[in-house]
């Protein structure tokens, strides 16, 4: 039979194997508590990382709301990114409140550990009551006394040593249990800040919600101020069709009235001039000199009041004629008007300076006419100087070809620079400088209908400049 010394021995031996069971328990314990935490602050970075990411994305959108298409797109993107990070903090959670669970099963296997152990503590109590007991029967028992003597102070020395060992695993659990409390704490930390940022999340998506039904009645804002301002563009459009109708059935009614006018005043204008011219030829000897005067100034008038009426015709024919656009050599033309010019004046104290004149497009007989009648107004303002000179020329633009006539004549104020191409507008005496103010007129209208532009620069008894402009890469 085993005595009971050797039963105790067994006992500790036991609860020792125990004790380094528990001890290994709970490394393992400590090492999947490490893991956990190493898990966990994965998950914390994810959530840092998932949070930024939507701080990104939410400017993103701010920037976007203006492009309507593209913003609706890019969040209804989102909006399956943002399930996908919902699905991701669900999973989260629910690893987290699994981990609790492990933790709070590891808790109470500790909490069973320590219970036991205090059990085994008791009993140790009690054994070592028996083995005083013991001790006192040993001391009847003199031989038994020696060799049970020597065991009993290995055995005690073991307990004490045991009973340390015990001290140290004690206070090895109270650390443990300490940072198991401070661990909890932090996860509990930890659950109340992914419940904050779970409820920041969730505002955040009733804003994005609230967002894009704004967006959506702006969109249908949008598009119904679209389809009024379509329908007041074709309303005006059709408005503007009415009034071009109109005008062009005023033009056409006023060119008309113009041409007849001018055309019916010719026959009795005529008849005045010749009346006029025969009474001189019969009755001149017959008439004093203020009747021949009265009678020339009879005659005089009626031929400007002829070549004005021809003037007018012309200019009401600009207004019905229809272009007729080829390529035109500006410096044949030009120059071959020079020549005319020079001719019929027959004066030597006229010179032209005709520099390089750019080909273009138009109607040859049109251009002609502004030619003629800008070079003529040239020479006629100038015909008080001893010596005339006109420079000719161009220059090129990006869409249009500008050519210029310069005089060194009589020049004229810039304010009233306004009345030089309207009809029957004299910036100069008659008398000083003939002419119906219908040429400038003529000039402008034929300019217009290619497309162009006519201005002038000038100063008092300084000269002038008088510019007209033609389009480049006209199609013939």
């Not at 904050?196 to 919600?209: D, G, P, S, V």
């Not at 010019?341 to 040859?364: M, T, W």
């Not at 003529?376 to 000719?392: D, G, P, R």
């Not at 162009?452 to 013939?476: H, M, Q």
Request: hydrophobic share 40%.
């Amino acid at each position: 039979m085993k005595t009971e010394a050797t039963i105790t021995k067994e006992e500790l031996v036991f609860q020792s194997e125990e004790k380094e069971k528990r001890a290994a328990e709970l490394i393992i314990a400590n090492k999947e508590l490490v893991f956990q935490n190493k898990e966990k602050e994965k998950r914390a970075a994810e959530l840092i990382i998932a949070n930024e990411e939507l701080a990104f994305q939410n400017e993103e959108k701010e920037k976007r709301a203006a492009e309507l298409v593209i913003a609706n797109k890019e969040l209804a993107f989102q909006n399956e990114e943002k399930g996908k990070r919902a699905a991701e903090l669900t999973i989260a959670n629910e690893e987290l409140a699994f981990q609790n669970e492990e933790k709070g099963k590891r808790a109470a296997e500790l909490t069973v550990a320590n219970r036991q152990l205090a059990f085994q503590n008791e009993e140790k109590e009690k054994r070592a009551a028996e083995l005083t007991i013991a001790n006192r029967e040993l001391a009847f028992q003199n031989e038994e006394k020696g060799k049970r003597a020597a065991e009993l102070t290995i055995a005690n020395e073991e307990l004490a040593f045991q009973n340390e060992e015990k001290g140290k695993r004690a206070a090895e659990l109270t650390i443990a249990n300490r940072e198991l409390a401070f661990q909890n704490e932090e996860k509990g930390k930890r659950a109340a800040e992914l419940t904050i940022a779970n409820r920041e999340l969730a505002f955040q998506n009733e804003e994005k919600e609230k967002r894009a039904k704004e967006l959506t009645t702006a969109n249908r804002e949008l598009e119904k101020a679209e389809a009024d301002i379509r329908q007041l563009n074709e309303e005006l459009e059709q408005k503007v069709i009415q009034r071009t109708v109109q005008l062009e059935s005023v033009n056409k009614e006023l060119e008309s009235f113009s041409y007849s006018v001018a055309h019916d005043l010719r026959t009795p204008l005529r008849a005045v001039h010749g009346y006029a011219r025969m009474l001189k030829e019969d009755y001149g000897l017959q008439l004093d000199a203020e009747a021949k005067r009265l009678m020339n100034s009879i005659m005089i008038n009626a031929t400007k009041m002829g070549q004005l009426i021809d003037d007018l015709l012309t200019f009401s024919r600009l207004g019905r004629k229809e272009l007729v656009r080829t390529n035109i050599s500006m410096q044949d033309m030009v120059t071959g008007l020079c020549d005319e010019i020079k001719r019929e004046d027959d004066k030597s104290n006229i010179e032209f300076r005709i520099g390089k004149l750019h080909p273009a497009q138009g109607d040859v007989t049109a251009i002609k006419q502004v030619w003629l009648n800008l070079i003529s107004n040239a020479v006629k303002y100038s015909k008080f100087n001893k010596h005339i000179l006109i420079e000719i020329g161009s220059n090129v633009g990006s869409n249009e070809i500008d050519y210029y006539i310069k005089d060194n004549g009589v020049g004229f104020d810039m304010r009233y620079a306004n009345k030089l191409f309207g009809v029957f507008q004299r910036l100069h005496d008659d008398e000083q400088f003939e002419g119906t103010g219908v040429g400038l007129a003529i000039v402008h209208r034929i300019i217009s209908k290619h497309g162009g532009r006519v201005w002038a620069e000038a100063k008092i008894n300084e000269g002038a400049i008088f510019f007209f402009s033609l389009p480049k890469n006209t199609t013939v």
